[in-house]
Structure formats: structure tokens, C-alpha cells
């Protein structure tokens, strides 16, 4: 009897242990094409007119030696993007950071546009996991849009937490300046 | 049975949407254009292929206390597949069919044909009754889908057929319509089944 439940047991795990075993390679061979897919996908374009107005897509940067070295000294930070509106002419370039100081429930991850003057263009939340209608408002226009104007050349200390929200507030502002350190660091 | 019989049952004799009506859900849901109906019945036929052609070949090395957690992990694990590669390869189709490709692996038609069909017959057999299936799965589709399409829009794969004067009939691409026009469909189906038996009797 005992034999028999080994044996029921051990057929089970051998055919899910190749499943799993199929899975995760196709996983692995497929997850750099869905990035890319759901990164585009993230491209709406309320995204865009709010972290970079006039643009219609977001272009990897030309120099992929320079991402890499911004990945490997920086763990926050997630990509390095380029601008471009219609007729594909650079507008400024665009950091994708995750905050350096933590929410209320986790890292917040943002987009933070440049100017070519050195100013912020615009920030827009691309994952949060704040509490809904509380945190949450720091993903909104009306928080997210008092950034857009900001000088860049040093980190933001003044800006208006959203009430009741320090800790959102705060994870969202340590993004922001985690990408104006990176900035004026690799991209001036 | 002949390979030609198999494949004919589940494509025409035992449809598995005109005739057996299950796996009604996305079936209802997602038929809202030819494009989502043609996407959905080939992710299907492929899951159910799959999953048929693996579950014949271990019919024998699966104990039969434990095969229906055998067959699940296995259809799961299709479905997993399918999700993956239509996520990287076809994302707009993707998108548009959202949660009901990871459903695929509720879908009644492909435990059904696992227990019923791959666990009793060997591989070439399977094989041909899963793609029978999924070709019946798919052709309802088609039907479906279109007739949606093109009451509700008046486009076929987004081509424009009936002239900009025709007002779209909204409720056909909006749930009501899926059901009314499926029973519809089913009615069709049934009433021609029936006239080619009285003829042959």
C-alpha cells in the first residue's frame, strides 16, 4: 500500500519536474521579447505627453556600453531611454529608475524625462503597489505634474508630499532624484 | 474508427461547440472580431493537439489514480506555453485576447478529449482527434466570429464590406449579441444536421 503511494507520487513529480523543466527554458527564451512587448505596450500615450510632451515613442539609448555601466554602479536604475517625437528628432532623454527609498508597500518605478537645458520635463509611475486612494495619489497628474519644469542640476528637496502619503511621497521624490544624480552624472 | 471518421467527429458530428456546446466562455467572450476568433481557435488547437499527443504517449506510465492531476499539470503546462510564445511573438493578438489564454487551461474540450480520447488510443489516432477538434473549435469560431464582425462593424479582419451607410448593429459585438447569435448558429447547425439524417433514412 505504502509502495503503491511512493510510486503514484514519484510518476507526478517526474511529469512536473519536466514541465517545469520545459517552462522555465522557454521562460528564459522568451522574457527579453516580453519585456520589450510590454515595455512598448506601457508607451500609452498619456505616459508620453506626461514624462516628455510632444513625444511619440521612447528609443533605446544609442550607446549600450553606457547603460550597462550605469546598471552595474547604480541597482536602482532599470534603463536609459532616448525621446523622439513624429518626425523621430530627439526631444531629451528619459531615465526609468526604481525609488531608492521604499513606499509604503515596496519600490515605486518611474519614468523621469530630461530636457537638453537640464530640466525635468515630466514624471509618470509606471509600477506602484501604494495603497489605493491614499499612496496611489502620488501616481496622479495633479502630484506627479509639479515636477515637470524642475531644474535638474541638483537633487529636489521642496516639493509637495501629498497629504497623508509622506512615505509614498518620499519613495516617488527618491526616483525622481535617483535619475537627476544619474543624469548629471553619465548624461551631462 | 478510421483516421478520416476521427477527424470528421470532432470537426462536424460532435463540434465541439455547435454540437457538444463546452468551452462556451471564451467562446462567448473573446468573438467580438475574425482576428480574436482565428487567435483564440488556433491557441486551442494547439493546447489541445499538445496536450492529446503527450497524454497518449504516457497513457501507459500514468497509473490511473492519479491521472487527472497528470492530465492537468500536462494541459497546464501547454496553455503555459502557448501564453508565453503569444505574449513575445503576437502581442497585439495577445492583448486583445487577454485573460482567456491562460483559461484555455479550463477549457472543458481539452480534459474531455484527454479523458475521453488520448488516455484510451494511441498517438497517431490522438493527434488526429485533437486537431479534428480543434478544427471544429476553430470553424465555430470563424462563424462566429465573423458574423460579429460584421454586424457589429461592418468590416471583415478590419476590411470595410458594407458601405459606410450601414449602421453597425452594436449589441452583436457586445454580449447579447454573442449569446442570441451563437443560438442562432446552434439552431442553423442543428436544422441542417437534421434534414441530411432524414434524407438518409
Not at chain 2, 493537439?49 to 497509473?63: C, D, E, Q, Y
Amino acid at each position: 500500500m505504502k509502495n503503491s503511494y511512493v510510486k503514484l507520487g514519484g510518476v507526478l513529480f517526474i511529469i512536473a519536474a519536466i514541465a517545469a523543466g520545459i517552462l522555465a527554458w522557454l521562460n528564459d527564451s522568451t522574457k527579453d521579447l516580453i519585456a520589450k512587448n510590454d515595455a512598448m505596450a506601457s508607451m500609452d500615450p498619456q505616459v508620453l505627453e506626461a514624462v516628455m510632451p510632444g513625444s511619440v515613442m521612447f528609443n533605446e539609448y544609442e550607446d549600450p556600453a553606457l547603460v550597462k555601466s550605469i546598471k552595474s554602479e547604480n541597482e536602482k536604475f532599470v534603463n536609459l531611454l532616448t525621446a523622439v517625437d513624429a518626425s523621430d528628432n530627439e526631444l531629451g532623454y528619459v531615465v526609468r529608475t526604481w525609488s531608492t527609498v521604499a513606499g509604503y508597500d515596496g519600490d515605486m518605478e518611474l519614468f523621469i524625462g530630461f530636457s537638453p537645458e537640464g530640466k525635468v520635463t515630466g514624471v509618470s509611475v509606471i509600477t506602484s503597489s501604494e495603497t489605493e486612494g491614499l499612496g496611489s495619489r502620488t501616481t496622479e497628474p495633479e502630484f506627479t505634474s509639479q515636477f515637470a519644469g524642475k531644474d535638474a542640476s541638483a537633487e529636489i528637496v521642496d516639493f509637495e508630499a501629498v497629504s497623508g502619503a509622506t512615505k509614498s511621497s518620499n519613495s516617488f521624490l527618491s526616483a525622481v532624484n535617483n535619475a537627476i544624480n544619474i543624469y548629471n552624472q553619465y548624461l551631462k | 474508427m478510421n483516421k478520416l471518421d476521427i477527424f470528421k467527429n470532432g470537426f462536424i458530428n460532435e463540434n465541439p461547440i455547435l454540437v457538444q456546446q463546452v468551452g462556451m466562455c471564451a467562446t462567448l467572450a473573446i468573438t467580438t472580431s475574425l482576428v480574436n476568433g482565428i487567435g483564440m481557435g488556433v491557441a486551442v488547437t494547439a493546447v489541445l493537439t499538445g496536450s492529446n499527443i503527450v497524454i497518449s504517449a504516457l497513457r501507459k506510465f500514468i497509473p490511473d489514480e492519479v491521472r487527472i492531476p497528470a492530465f492537468v499539470i500536462i494541459i497546464a503546462a501547454f496553455t503555459t506555453i502557448i501564453d508565453l510564445v503569444m505574449h513575445a511573438y503576437t502581442f497585439e493578438l495577445y492583448q486583445a485576447l487577454g485573460v482567456f489564454i491562460p483559461l484555455i487551461v479550463v477549457n472543458c474540450i481539452i480534459l474531455a478529449r484527454a479523458e475521453a480520447f488520448a488516455s484510451k488510443n494511441g498517438v497517431l489516432d490522438s493527434t488526429i482527434d485533437g486537431l479534428g477538434m480543434g478544427a471544429g473549435y476553430l470553424l465555430a469560431m470563424i462563424l462566429l466570429s465573423s458574423i460579429r464582425e460584421i454586424l457589429g462593424n461592418g468590416t471583415i479582419l478590419g476590411f470595410r464590406i458594407l458601405p459606410e451607410a450601414y449602421e453597425p448593429m452594436m449589441m452583436s459585438v457586445q454580449p447579447p449579441g454573442a449569446f442570441i447569435l451563437l443560438g442562432l448558429l446552434i439552431g442553423l447547425v442543428n436544422c441542417l444536421s437534421k434534414k441530411k439524417k432524414a434524407k438518409k433514412a
